[in-house]
C-alpha cells in the first residue's frame, strides 16, 4: 500500500440485529473489496451498536482476516448510518486518509473502483465529488429489471439516463429535477468535504440531504462511467429504512422533513456566497416542494404530496403557477379558497 494520503478509506456503516443475511451480505461486499485492481484501500467499518450479542466477536474476526486493512470501529449508541459513516471518516482523516469511497455494508464495489477514483481524482486536483452510477442486485446478486422496482427506485433507475450534473452550483438542478443523483454507496469524495458537511444524525434520507449540502457548498463534482456500484434491493422483505420508520406515510414525512432540511441548508450556503439570492432560492425550493410532492403521492403518500403542494403555494405562488400542472393548481386554489 501507498502512503495514507494515496489510499481510497471506504467507509462503511454496520448493524446486525442477527439475521443471518446481514454478515453473510458484508462478507460478499468485504469480497468485493479485496478483488479491487488497486490494493491502495482500507475498510473503516462503524459498528452501529448492533444488538446481536455476538457482534463484537465476529468484526473483530473478519479484521483479523484483513490484517491491517480493516478498522473496526464501535458507536456508543444506534444512531443511524449517518452517524456511523460520521465516526468512520473522522477516523480515516485522523489517519491521513484524503480520499474516501462510501459503501454500506450490503453493496458491491467495481473491481476497478479504487483504480479510477485515484485516477480521477489525482487527475482534477479541483475535484472534489465523483459518482458512479448503480445496478440493481437482488439479495443472491442476480440483476433486477427496472419494472419491478419499487416506485421510488424505479424513478431512480430511470433518471439515471438523464444527462449528469458535472461542474459546480448543481443544487438546482439536484432539487429541481432529480430524486436523486447517487446513493452513499456511489459517492467518493474528498475527505475535507466530507468533513465540512458531516451526515446529520437523522436515520432516514440522510443521505439526499447531505448531498444537497454538498452542491450548496460550490463543490465541483463530475461522474465516472464503467464502474457501476451493485446496490442491493431483496425481493423478499423490501425497504429497511421503511420498515424502521414504521409504515410508508412516516417514511415519506421524514423523507420530506430530512430532504427539505439539507436543501435549505444548500441555499443558505449558496446565498451567503453570493452566486444566487433569496429570490432564486424561494422559487428553487418551491419547485422541489412541487416535485417531492409528485413523488411522494406516486410512492403511495397522496395526502402528504397534497400537503407539499399546498407549501410550495403558500411560498411562492408564481412560481407555483410557473410549474404546477393546471390540475394541481386547480385543487391547491379550491382548498385554500376554502379555508378562507
Same mark, same amino acid.
Given at each position: 500500500?501507498?502512503?495514507?494520503?494515496?489510499?481510497?478509506?471506504?467507509?462503511?456503516?454496520?448493524?446486525?440485529?442477527?439475521?443471518?443475511?446481514?454478515?453473510?451480505?458484508?462478507?460478499?461486499?468485504?469480497?468485493?473489496?479485496?478483488?479491487?485492481?488497486?490494493?491502495?484501500?482500507?475498510?473503516?467499518?462503524?459498528?452501529?451498536?448492533?444488538?446481536?450479542?455476538?457482534?463484537?466477536?465476529?468484526?473483530?474476526?473478519?479484521?483479523?482476516?484483513?490484517?491491517?486493512?480493516?478498522?473496526?470501529?464501535?458507536?456508543?449508541?444506534?444512531?443511524?448510518?449517518?452517524?456511523?459513516?460520521?465516526?468512520?471518516?473522522?477516523?480515516?482523516?485522523?489517519?491521513?486518509?484524503?480520499?474516501?469511497?462510501?459503501?454500506?455494508?450490503?453493496?458491491?464495489?467495481?473491481?476497478?473502483?479504487?483504480?479510477?477514483?485515484?485516477?480521477?481524482?489525482?487527475?482534477?486536483?479541483?475535484?472534489?465529488?465523483?459518482?458512479?452510477?448503480?445496478?440493481?442486485?437482488?439479495?443472491?446478486?442476480?440483476?433486477?429489471?427496472?419494472?419491478?422496482?419499487?416506485?421510488?427506485?424505479?424513478?431512480?433507475?430511470?433518471?439515471?439516463?438523464?444527462?449528469?450534473?458535472?461542474?459546480?452550483?448543481?443544487?438546482?438542478?439536484?432539487?429541481?429535477?432529480?430524486?436523486?443523483?447517487?446513493?452513499?454507496?456511489?459517492?467518493?469524495?474528498?475527505?475535507?468535504?466530507?468533513?465540512?458537511?458531516?451526515?446529520?444524525?437523522?436515520?432516514?434520507?440522510?443521505?439526499? /440531504?447531505? @448531498?444537497? !449540502? %454538498? #452542491?450548496?457548498?460550490?463543490?465541483?463534482?463530475?461522474?465516472?462511467? &464503467?464502474? $457501476?456500484?451493485?446496490? =442491493?434491493?431483496?425481493?423478499?422483505?423490501?425497504?429497511?429504512?421503511?420498515?424502521?420508520?414504521?409504515?410508508?406515510?412516516?417514511?415519506?414525512?421524514?423523507?420530506?422533513?430530512?430532504?427539505?432540511?439539507?436543501?435549505?441548508?444548500?441555499?443558505?450556503?449558496?446565498?451567503?456566497?453570493?452566486?444566487?439570492?433569496?429570490?432564486?432560492?424561494? /422559487?428553487? @425550493?418551491? !419547485? %422541489? #416542494?412541487?416535485?417531492?410532492?409528485?413523488?411522494?403521492?406516486?410512492? &403511495?403518500? $397522496?395526502?402528504?404530496? =397534497?400537503?407539499?403542494?399546498?407549501?410550495?403555494?403558500?411560498?411562492?405562488?408564481?412560481?407555483?403557477?410557473?410549474?404546477?400542472?393546471?390540475?394541481?393548481?386547480?385543487?391547491?386554489?379550491?382548498?385554500?379558497?376554502?379555508?378562507?
Amino acid at each position: 500500500m501507498s502512503a495514507p494520503g494515496s489510499v481510497v478509506a471506504f467507509v462503511m456503516p454496520y448493524y446486525d440485529d442477527g439475521q443471518p443475511w446481514r454478515r453473510s451480505t458484508l462478507d460478499l461486499t468485504l469480497e468485493s473489496i479485496r478483488r479491487q485492481s488497486d490494493g491502495d484501500w482500507h475498510v473503516y467499518l462503524t459498528d452501529d451498536a448492533s444488538p446481536h450479542p455476538g457482534t463484537r466477536a465476529f468484526l473483530a474476526d473478519t479484521a483479523a482476516r484483513m490484517p491491517g486493512r480493516m478498522t473496526v470501529l464501535e458507536a456508543p449508541v444506534n444512531a443511524g448510518a449517518g452517524d456511523a459513516r460520521n465516526r468512520a471518516v473522522r477516523a480515516a482523516a485522523s489517519d491521513g486518509c484524503t480520499l474516501l469511497a462510501y459503501l454500506d455494508s450490503d453493496d458491491v464495489a467495481h473491481p476497478d473502483r479504487v483504480r479510477v477514483v485515484r485516477q480521477r481524482f489525482a487527475q482534477d486536483p479541483a475535484l472534489e465529488f465523483l459518482y458512479s452510477d448503480i445496478e440493481f442486485i437482488d439479495e443472491h446478486g442476480a440483476p433486477w429489471e427496472s419494472a419491478d422496482l419499487l416506485p421510488g427506485l424505479h424513478l431512480l433507475n430511470q433518471q439515471q439516463a438523464l444527462p449528469k450534473l458535472t461542474g459546480r452550483e448543481r443544487w438546482a438542478e439536484q432539487a429541481t429535477d432529480r430524486d436523486n443523483i447517487a446513493i452513499p454507496s456511489a459517492m467518493n469524495l474528498r475527505t475535507d468535504l466530507a468533513l465540512r458537511f458531516p451526515f446529520p444524525r437523522v436515520r432516514f434520507c440522510e443521505d439526499v /440531504a447531505t @448531498l444537497f !449540502r %454538498y #452542491l450548496g457548498s460550490g463543490a465541483k463534482i463530475d461522474h465516472v462511467a &464503467g464502474i $457501476p456500484t451493485g446496490y =442491493r434491493v431483496p425481493r423478499q422483505g423490501g425497504s429497511s429504512s421503511r420498515k424502521q420508520s414504521g409504515d410508508l406515510d412516516e417514511f415519506n414525512r421524514l423523507r420530506c422533513v430530512n430532504e427539505r432540511a439539507g436543501l435549505e441548508d444548500a441555499l443558505a450556503h449558496a446565498v451567503e456566497r453570493g452566486v444566487t439570492d433569496e429570490l432564486r432560492g424561494r /422559487a428553487v @425550493l418551491c !419547485r %422541489y #416542494l412541487i416535485r417531492i410532492g409528485r413523488t411522494v403521492a406516486a410512492d &403511495g403518500s $397522496p395526502e402528504l404530496g =397534497r400537503e407539499q403542494l399546498r407549501e410550495a403555494y403558500a411560498l411562492d405562488p408564481a412560481t407555483f403557477a410557473e410549474h404546477a400542472t393546471r390540475r394541481e393548481l386547480d385543487s391547491v386554489e379550491r382548498e385554500v379558497g376554502s379555508r378562507l
